[in-house]
């Protein structure tokens, strides 16, 4: 299949790439690593006039600290991240979870940032992004700002991105020395998440000090699981403890009914896989 | 219309390409690289799988403009002086294809897992090509071959698998870079 | 590639060779259909209706027609005259309903994917380009999809002119045929009766190389190349359908990226085509996209099947009663209607049933047509059987091999005449078994269960018993007339010696991944005692290889293959009096062996490779001989060969979630004689991965509008490398005994068998719960609504779309017109 005739600019700075957007108006769509736009492109369900890819912009791309912050461009590739020694060293549930998406050679061209705009429910990257409360840094015509990653993720495949912004990196507090684990569940290997859960926890002193959990596929957006996280402080990282704070996952849910899964058997998977999860991570 | 120079298979292509033509597209209309081939529009069969720049990608899903200035290699460069690949006498030699249409990215694949770890065992074989839809073998002959190939080219084994030698050459530079940026950290 | 070494004492049958195949494979020198440009040519695009059932309304083409590169725009309408009815080869009864069957829809559409419109222009792009401009209305007519309530009387209908949308009734009662007894007095009489329904899933056939075709007119033949499995009957219905001169066209199925029933098809598109580049006169080529095969490609399986098995108390089963619904989809294609009759014969499988009744009512719906897919109504009848002897097994309590054993056909009871009136040659089931079993580690694996269920172990194993036959080799060309079949299923082969020695085979068969070249050539080398790499295999052109009936059905050794050992004997024949005349000795003193001619009882002979140039030279042949060493063969087989195996499954089902685990798979079939074991271990393979894809993964899904929503590999799951297990398979042998060679078929063997296999392990792993089955695909999501249904004792909830909760004992199979076996 082949896409729709559309313009093509590739600009080399991210104020470029705003003006190009600021242009269009309504008419662009922003081209990272392409791994979601150009199946989208070629079955024509999306017809843009113009794309702008951010590929040629060196800004966007790598990984790097900044402080007690980890920073990952936008635009470098999953297989980047999850070869990174930062990211597997502060953000290993970022590692972790960008191993599963889709397959390898999609993680060659996928971006980090790409999934994250993408915002697809079923994407494995905001919920270990949200549990993690990263920021996302936003470029536009009148300049940068940071959006937590609360109140990036809007609805389904729709960000706090204005269609003139992209999204040049992101912000993750270091989470050095905590354990982690994404539990994906899914029919097939390249298959999208029916249910995720993103965990990560800080044991110190034989009890768990702090946990951040997020949950993949539960709503139009990631859920942040707090009950879970709230029932686990103060626990010893036990089998019994994950399992008593996974009856907490599906609080502030609200999982759909899909072809993959119908909504209460998602919720039942949620609390299944928090506790495994959480087992994991600590394992 | 834009003006692209890809490195296609050791020779330098420069042609002029709609925005919305494919990698795949430009490599099967344009230059006749009929080797690879398609096989889904969602790019998940990865019968297209190319590498660029020494990893592996689905040529369906790469537009030719993002290819500009680049290095792509297909199936065809593999073998030389009418030698085989030791990835292709393996899957010769383990029965490993039958339509034979997946093979092209089946063995394009084969190559980036093993340039990623060359000595894998059976479960990360299957893992490293999930990607890559075959469905006349069951892939119990596909893993018998990687794992074969893996031994075969095992000896001063490295990451660049393009060649049919036994000794491989050094990853291209653009990846060497690629890495240096992730494990430097500077963006 | 270097050839194996030739070890002289080693014969070619039953050798391993590498392929001859693989050389351009491996390297990207490809011949796909898509690969090929001619001088001139157009790109083709077709439009497809978007909705299920409609009627046109109105089309408008004409800013279609003013879009860059557009040639021509062309709708249903334009060529009603022209595209003919696309064929069925297959009219089961005699008063079977049919509707027309349009290449391109005129005034209706009946399912989405249907073709409405096709654009020519300069390119793909510009040809995909003006398929949006092109502007349809429809108006909506009721949408029949539920195979059960589209039986019933009172269902809005599919096709109007027909008055209902039952296509036919087959039937075949053994106490009518006089094969067996009465089913009715063995269920009323039963000491334990079991009935079930179970759901056939429609399937994709999901072969990777979309099809492609490629129509040049502007030779002195109409050339057509396509990606098909049937290039010699394509080539004869392009003439019945068009009513063109059949000597005026030429096929030809290059390289062809697998098919497994799903490019036996005279489709749409090559009618489409061939029209379009007539009309413009210039060569045209039409590719689709996965997204057009998913939807217009047809689908396979699709059964819902009513079994009632009655049984004594000892496991010996007493009758069997099989009634199904197939859905046919829209319309009937090349053999659709034929497709559950495949399996009719096959429900008593290995077993000797003394009674056995069979029923299947075709039902169409607004939904892409079924037809072929690997095993074709086989597979359908291996599964209900095989589900039914594990679930008689689980009523007494009993071991599910036990169970099998005290019904199957014993090893000294062949040939053995079947209840449905088939004759088994051949076979050893005990073997197999007792084969299958030890490699399993059966007894262990039993302990281990039994440990699992009494710690109540999360994770629960589960053991999966299938044991199979099939009839293959389709089909002598007798019983397919029987079965009112359109054409005979005999097979051609033209072998012909070289003046330089050299071989050529010509087939009738036309492979697409099955290895032909290599097994021919094997087979060759072998009976005329050339070297291998001497034998050139020639198919899939109407040009050099004129006749044959092509590949599938397991037919292309067992029918093909046995016609290339006649060719060749006809060779040697007549080398045999050639060499006579030229040693001067009777042909009777002349012993063949090692491809030379050795006059018996001397040091004196010639090899047939010096007879190939004195038959070339012709300057001194003996009397009525021709020149040339050429022979030709047509091979109609005397009866069907009957593959045989058995397959055991060990399965973890993960109680928390449902997910389901292939821990163990062993599987050991007799499939004859073996040309190319590391070939037949290949097809084994490849069965078992469609097998239990089937099982586990793959199913056509439509919504209430009749949209597929499984119409990308993102939808329909089609399982890669890390979502299967490793295989361990065997095989014992006996030969088959209506062929020369022996051999027997095994393209289908693997994806007949596995898929009651895992199911059987899947339901064995939760059946100490209750649960009695799990629809397919089994997804864990389905496993663990089963799961929880048992514990709460509710029965199995019924799934929008269709689960069995509704399946009602009298409308759905109400008789329709009953054809009747004969």
Not at chain 1, 89 to 105: F, N
Not at chain 2, 92 to 103: E, I, S
Not at chain 3, 352 to 378: E, I, L
Not at chain 3, 555 to 577: E, F, N, P, W, Y
Request: aromatic residues 6%.
């Amino acid at each position: 299949m082949i896409p729709a005739e559309f313009e093509y600019v590739a600009p080399s700075t991210v104020e470029e790439a705003v003006q190009a957007l600021d242009r269009a108006g309504d008419d662009a769509k922003v081209l990272a690593g392409g791994q979601s736009l150009l199946p989208v492109l070629r079955m024509r369900m999306a017809d843009p006039g113009l794309v702008v890819d951010l590929g040629g912009i060196p800004e966007a791309r790598g990984v790097r600290e900044d402080g007690d912050t980890l920073v990952i461009g936008a635009m470098t590739s999953h297989h980047e991240v999850m070869r990174s020694e930062l990211v597997r060293g502060h953000a290993e549930l970022v590692a972790l979870a960008t191993r599963t998406v889709a397959d390898p050679q999609v993680r060659h061209r996928g971006t980090f940032g790409g999934s994250l705009a993408h915002a697809d429910p079923a994407g494995d990257l905001p919920a270990p992004v949200l549990a993690m409360d990263a920021e996302m840094v936003v470029a536009g015509p009148s300049g940068r700002r940071t959006v937590p990653a609360a109140e990036f993720f809007v609805d389904y495949f729709t960000t706090a991105l204005d269609s003139n912004e992209v999204l040049v990196e992101v912000r993750i507090p270091k989470y050095t020395g905590w354990r982690a684990h994404y539990e994906k569940f899914n029919r097939v290997a390249q298959a999208w998440s029916v249910v995720g859960v993103a965990a990560t926890v800080l044991v110190r002193d034989g009890a768990v000090a702090r946990a951040r959990v997020g949950l993949t596929n539960m709503g139009a957006t990631p859920v942040r699981a707090h009950g879970v996280e709230r029932a686990l402080v103060g626990s010893p990282p036990t089998e019994e403890a994950f399992r008593r704070a996974a009856v907490h996952a599906t609080e502030g849910t609200q999982a759909g009914s899909d072809a993959s899964a119908e909504a209460d058997y998602r919720e039942h998977l949620a609390e299944v896989l928090t506790g495994r999860a959480l087992a994991t991570a600590c394992g | 219309m834009p003006r692209i120079t890809v490195d296609v298979d050791g020779i330098t292509c420069t042609d002029e390409v709609q925005p919305r033509t494919l990698l795949v597209q430009y490599l099967r209309d344009q230059l006749g690289k009929v080797g690879t081939v398609v096989g889904c529009d969602t790019s998940n069969c990865g019968a297209c799988t190319v590498h660029m720049d020494g990893h592996s990608v689905k040529s369906c899903s790469v537009l030719a403009v993002q290819a500009d200035g680049h290095e792509v290699t297909t199936v065809e460069a593999l073998s030389q002086d009418g030698r085989l690949h030791p990835m292709q006498q393996a899957f010769h030699d383990n029965h490993a294809l039958q339509c034979g249409f997946c093979t092209p990215g089946m063995i394009m694949q084969a190559l980036d897992l093993l340039a990623e770890n060359p000595e894998p065992d059976d479960e990360q074989i299957r893992e490293g090509l999930e990607g890559n839809l075959c469905r006349c073998t069951g892939y119990q002959n596909i893993v018998r071959a990687v794992r074969e190939a893996s031994q075969r080219m095992r000896a001063g084994a490295g990451p660049a698998m393009e060649h049919s030698g036994e000794t491989p050459a050094p990853r291209t530079s653009t990846e060497q870079t690629a890495q240096q940026r992730v494990a430097g950290g500077q963006s | 590639m270097t050839a194996t070494p030739v070890s002289p004492s080693e014969p070619e049958l039953g050798r391993a060779r590498k392929r001859k195949e693989d050389a351009r494979l491996v390297t990207g020198r490809t011949r796909w259909t898509d690969n090929m440009t001619v001088p001139g040519m157009l790109h083709m695009a077709v439009l497809r209706s978007p909705v299920a059932h409609a009627r046109i309304t109105s089309i408008d083409t004409s800013e279609a027609r003013r879009m860059p590169g557009v040639h021509a725009v062309v709708t249903g309408s334009d060529i009603a005259g022209q595209q003919g009815s696309l064929p069925c080869a297959w009219p089961i009864t005699e008063d079977m309903k049919a509707p027309a069957a349009p290449a391109m829809a005129v005034d209706s559409v009946n399912f989405a994917g249907e073709a409405v419109a096709m654009v020519a222009a300069r390119s793909a792009a510009e040809a995909r380009d003006a398929l949006d401009a092109i502007d349809i209305d429809y108006e909506d007519l009721d949408v029949v999809l539920d195979i059960e309530s589209a039986a019933r009387d009172d269902s809005p209908l599919v096709h109007e002119e027909l008055g209902t949308n039952r296509n036919a009734t087959w039937t075949f009662d053994s106490a009518e045929a006089g094969t067996g007894g009465d089913v009715d007095r063995a269920l009323r009489d039963a000491e334990i009766r079991v009935d079930r329904t179970f759901r056939q899933q429609r399937l994709i056939p999901s072969f990777m190389e979309p099809r492609s075709v490629l129509a040049d007119p502007t030779g002195e033949q109409y050339t057509m190349w396509s990606a098909t499995q049937v290039p010699h009957i394509l080539r004869t219905m392009l003439a019945m359908t068009l009513g063109k001169p059949e000597h005026k066209i030429r096929v030809i199925a290059p390289d062809v990226g697998g098919g497994f029933g799903g490019k036996l098809q005279v489709t749409p598109e090559e009618i489409l085509t061939f029209l379009l580049a007539e009309r413009l006169g210039r060569p045209v080529k039409w590719t689709e996209s996965r997204s057009e095969t998913m939807v217009s490609g047809h689908h396979g399986r699709d059964q819902v099947q009513r079994l009632s098995l009655a049984a004594r108390s000892d496991g010996t089963v007493t009758g069997l009663d099989v009634k199904l619904l197939a859905d046919m989809g829209a319309y009937l294609r090349l053999v659709t209607p034929g497709i559950p009759i495949l399996g009719a014969l096959m429900f008593n499988s290995i077993y000797k049933f003394p009674a056995y009744r069979f029923s299947c009512t075709n039902v169409f719906t607004n939904k892409t047509p079924t037809d072929a897919y690997r095993g074709a109504g086989r597979p359908e009848a291996t599964f209900a059987i095989e589900r039914m002897m594990d679930e008689l097994a689980a009523e007494l309590d009993m071991d599910p091999v036990e169970v099998r054993r005290r019904n199957w056909i014993g090893h000294d009871e062949f040939p053995h005449t079947t209840v449905a009136g088939l004759t088994y040659d051949s076979g050893n089931y005990e073997v197999a078994t007792d084969r299958a079993m030890e490699m399993f580690g059966y007894q262990r694996l039993r302990d281990e269960q039994l440990r699992r269920r009494q710690t109540g172990d999360p994770v629960q194993l589960g053991i999966g018993v299938s044991t199979f036959t099939e009839m293959c080799g389709l089909a002598p060309s007798r019983v397919l007339g029987s079965l009112s079949y359109g054409a005979g299923g005999w097979e051609n082969s033209q072998v012909r010696v070289l003046p330089t020695g050299k071989v050529e085979v010509v087939t009738g068969t036309s492979p697409h991944g099955q290895s032909h070249v290599t097994a021919w050539s094997q087979i060759v080398a072998d009976r005329l005692g050339v070297p291998f790499e001497d034998v050139e295999v020639l198919h899939g052109d109407t040009q050099s290889s004129p006749r044959g009936l092509d590949t599938y059905g397991s037919r292309s050794l067992t029918v093909g293959g046995v016609a290339a050992v006649h060719a060749s004997d006809k060779v040697i024949d007549k080398a045999r009096r050639i060499a006579a005349h030229m040693l001067e000795c009777s042909s009777d003193d002349l012993d063949f062996s090692g491809g030379r001619f050795a006059v018996r009882g001397t040091d004196k002979g010639m090899a047939i490779t010096d007879v190939a140039l004195a038959a070339f030279t012709a300057h001194d042949l003996p009397e009525g001989v021709e020149p040339n060493l050429d022979a030709e063969a047509n091979y109609d087989p005397e009866n069907f060969s009957f593959p045989h195996g058995t397959h055991l499954c060990a399965a973890e089902v993960d109680t928390e979630t449902g997910a389901v685990r292939i821990r163990s798979y062993v599987c050991v079939d007799d499939v004859g004689s073996v040309v190319n074991p590391m070939i037949v271990e290949g097809q084994v393979h490849g069965g078992l991965a469609q097998g239990i894809a089937q099982a586990l993964y793959e199913e056509a899904v439509y919504d209430d509008d009749g949209t597929l929503t499984t119409a990308t590999f993102a939808d329909y799951l089609v399982p890669s490398a890390a979502d299967l297990p490793e295989f361990h398979t065997d095989r014992t042998r006996t030969d088959a005994t209506s062929n020369p060679l022996g051999v027997k078929g095994v393209g289908e063997a693997g994806t007949i068998a596995s898929t009651p296999a895992v199911v059987n392990a899947v339901v064995d792993a939760l059946r100490h719960y209750g649960v009695t089955d799990v629809r397919m695909p089994c997804s864990p999501q389905r496993v663990w609504r089963a799961l929880s249904d048992a514990r709460s004792g509710s029965s199995t909830r019924s799934e929008s779309g269709g689960g069995l909760g509704s399946m009602d004992d009298g409308g759905g199979f109400a008789a329709g017109s009953h054809g009747g076996a004969r």
